[in-house]
T-cell receptor
């Protein structure tokens, strides 16, 4: 069953602005991952954060994890039109285990 | 590294026929492969988990006799949709993961296969 919920479901911003997407989950996790999916394509892994980590950066991406609130956020700074895609969070309970995906956020960056 | 391919990328078949989709890990050994299904504008739903050399574990509600999964080697898993019907039309995505080490948390996704059943 899907345990991840993301908000907003859709986000439209102007190029150069920051985009923040949130993800909540219900059970205990080992790690939380963010993926990107362009329309009609497979998923691209963006970043993984472990349950004992609170924040992680990768280029223009910043991910936070609050295990007490069972939530995570993905921040994309200085967005570009090429960032337009669907973004999914996914939680894993152990290494190599199944992932449970959130409902996704459709991000549109207008040039 | 960590490239996963799927073949075919698109397939159109007639109702009642069977379709096989291949998922290959090109540059690593995948001890576990996962098959997902995604309807338009929806999230990924896990269908089954397969480990090399053993039977796949299906999620609740997924018919194992309709969606046959074979994971014959550490680089290849196949999903066969048997007696396909229009409601089976969907985007099927596989992913692969390795066992052990820090990279085992990640799953590497294939580009997906668009199945249309007419």
């Amino acid at each position: 069953s899907q345990q991840g919920e993301e908000d907003p479901q859709a986000l439209s911003i102007q190029e150069g602005e920051n985009a923040t997407m949130n993800c909540s989950y219900k059970t205990s996790i080992n790690n939380l991952q963010w993926y990107r999916q362009n329309s009609g394509r497979g998923l691209v892994h963006l970043i993984l954060i472990r349950s004992n980590e609170r924040e992680k950066h990768s280029g223009r991406l910043r991910v936070t994890l609050d295990t007490s609130k069972k939530s995570s956020s993905l921040l994309i700074t200085a967005s570009r039109a090429a960032d337009t895609a669907s973004y999914f969070c996914a939680t894993g309970r152990t290494s190599g285990s199944r992932l449970t995906f959130g409902e996704g956020t459709q991000l549109t960056v207008n040039p | 590294g960590a490239v996963v391919s799927q073949h075919p990328s698109r397939v159109i078949c007639k109702s009642g026929t069977s379709v096989k989709i291949e998922c290959r890990s090109l540059d690593f050994q995948a001890t576990t492969m996962f098959w997902y299904r995604q309807f338009p504008k929806q999230s990924l739903m896990l269908m089954a988990t397969s480990n090399e050399g053993s039977k796949a574990t299906y999620e609740q509600g997924v018919e194992k006799d309709k969606f046959l999964i074979n994971h014959a080697s550490l680089t290849l898993s196949t999903l066969t949709v048997t007696s396909a019907h229009p409601e089976d039309s969907s985007f099927y995505i596989c992913s692969a993961s390795t066992s052990g080490g820090p990279s085992s948390y990640e799953q590497y996704f294939g580009p997906g296969t668009r199945l249309t059943v007419t």
